[in-house]
């Protein structure tokens, strides 16, 4: 099929994307880290598919064989009622070549107060679509559904099989939507879909967020005791911190990005519970690293020892550290690699513009890489979580046109792979 027909095809029938995209926002799906509330959002997609003639499979991650005992399995999550949609579109040759992968959930919605519009309005307003999940991930379920459709109306046949997923829990260092994904249906070369600026990522940090807490060796009726452990505290998180951000310095992949100089973020900080537990304090960040598991947590059970010690003339009794997300695996492929030569060259085709190839932070390539296929890479039109309405932001948006351009790259992508 010709890319210049295909695209200006998409330009005529944008409407129908804005359309689908301002539907999805409007189903609830948020992320509540312990639970989650995709239930409906996969209902609909299931429909959907079937609607479309895919051959469709809607499943939560517990129902893989043994996946509570998988390496990566996160603690802590309840999955009975977050469900994963997979749809395949068979090609000539009955083989899983293609994957696009996107995720269902969202963060919460948070203080309606904060935005300036209803979250779960799906509006399209002064050339963008607003709304919780607009730019992180409902955009790319939209764009792969839409393209399908379109494809399929125009009688192309792929020479292998398209599988998309739509999956459960990514939100708060979740993953086990994609990892159960992957595992199911494997397939040659995947695409996760979720990313940022139309940036392509050939390879993501690794790294977590932790919670360091503590409490004073006798009851207080003040928090002061407490916040005087905080700067002590930080003081040996800073040198850990300072050690990731060398190695990403040294990382060819991450010197002379921002990315080492964000290299530890600290999230949350508390002493006290205003009137209640007024002697119990924590301290949350966020670390990235090309590092293993392994040697991440052998450098904090040192550190561990290190503060313990440190804390225990001040009346503090440290509780040691623990993690809130799971631990993302360092993961990379070739950024000249041949599915990405071939992204490059689908944008170029259809937008005239080549995108950035980068490295990513904490996503799901993690798993998707380790356990789906060696080179996955992240392609995505989501805005990024420093910009006003940007992910996790209040009055979230992404650009019309924006979504189009990526639209058009992914439909290229596609005609070019299969």
């Known amino acids: 099929m010709q890319i210049d027909r295909l695209c200006d095809l998409i330009d005529d029938r944008k409407g129908e994307l804005f359309e689908l995209l301002c539907q999805l926002i409007r189903v609830n799906s948020e992320n509540f880290s312990g639970h989650g509330n995709e239930e409906n959002m996969a209902k609909y997609l299931y429909s959907m598919c079937r609607e479309m003639g895919l051959e469709t499979d809607m499943f939560s991650p517990l129902e893989l064989e043994n996946f509570e005992q998988h390496p990566d399995y996160l603690q802590g999550r309840s999955l009975e009622n977050r469900y994963n949609v997979v749809a395949r579109w068979r090609g000539t040759e009955d083989l899983d070549k293609l994957m696009l992968m996107a995720h269902e959930d969202t963060v919460e919605i948070g203080d309606e107060k904060n935005w300036n519009f209803p979250p779960l309005g799906g509006i399209i307003k002064d050339g963008k679509i607003l709304g919780r999940g607009a730019c992180d991930d409902k955009y790319a379920i ?21 599988v998309f997923a739509a999956y459960s829990d990514e939100e708060h260092g979740g993953s086990h939507g994609a990892l159960s994904a992957v595992i199911k249906y494997p397939c040659e070369h995947i695409v996760s879909m979720d990313g940022r600026e139309g940036q392509i990522w050939h390879c993501g940090a690794g790294g977590l967020e932790l919670r360091y807490t503590y409490h004073t060796e006798n009851p207080v009726d003040s928090a002061a005791l407490t916040a005087k452990a905080i700067p002590v505290i930080m003081e040996v998180i800073d040198e850990f911190g300072a050690r990731r951000r060398k190695e990403l310095e040294e990382n060819p992949y991450y010197a002379g990005t921002i990315i080492p100089e964000t290299a530890l973020r600290y999230m949350d900080i508390h002493a006290g519970n205003l009137s209640l537990d007024l002697g119990v304090g924590t301290v949350t960040f966020e670390i990235y690293t090309d590092k293993t598991k392994e040697e991440i947590f052998g450098e904090l059970s040192v550190i561990e020892e290190t503060l313990t010690k440190t804390l225990l003339p001040l009346g503090i009794i440290g509780d040691g550290f623990t993690p809130t997300t799971r631990f993302f695996h360092y993961v990379e492929c070739a ?84």
Do not use: W
């Open 335 to 418: 950024p000249d690699s041949e599915d990405i030569c071939l992204m490059l060259e689908a944008a170029k085709d259809a937008t005239g513009k080549l995108p950035l190839v980068c490295g990513a932070c904490h996503s799901d390539l993690s798993v998707i890489s380790k356990y789906g296929s060696s080179g996955a890479f992240g392609f995505g039109a989501g805005r990024d979580f420093s910009q006003t309405g940007g992910a996790h932001q209040a009055n979230e948006f992404i650009e019309c046109d924006s979504l189009v351009e990526y639209t058009k790259t992914i439909a290229a992508y596609i005609v070019k792979m299969l």
């Open 142 to 162: 939209a764009t792969a559904l839409f393209v399908i459709k379109l494809l399929k109306e125009q009688g192309f046949v792929p020479k292998a099989n398209l």
